[in-house]
């Protein structure tokens, strides 16, 4: 019973500390990334916006789809660093353990 319950919080520290080092590469990830995506990205945005929504829209969809692309970038950093330290961690522990 004991041996199970300290197994448990030995997982739980190690998710811990996989999420947060996830977010925190997340977020350094995203400081980075989401200025390139968008710029690379706004323009056919905007012209989408004015061909389907017309002139006045392009700005505030502009607006949108920054806030978009970086919330996107984020999580899609997070999943993948997530999986990545996780799968890591198995690969490493499997290969000395």
Request: net charge positive; aromatic share 16%; hydrophobic share 55%.
């Amino acid at each position: 019973m004991f041996k199970q319950k300290q197994n448990e919080v030995g997982r739980s520290i190690f998710m811990s500390s996989v999420e947060g080092l996830a977010t925190t590469g997340a977020c350094v990830a995203s400081f980075f990334l989401t200025p390139l995506v968008y710029s690379e990205s706004v323009v056919w945005i905007k012209n989408f916006a004015i061909r389907h929504y017309g002139a006045g829209w392009d700005d505030f969809i502009g607006l949108i789809w920054f806030v978009l692309v970086a919330i996107l970038t984020f999580f899609i950093a997070r999943a993948s660093l997530g999986t990545l330290l996780i799968v890591g961690g198995m690969a490493l522990a499997t290969r000395f353990l």
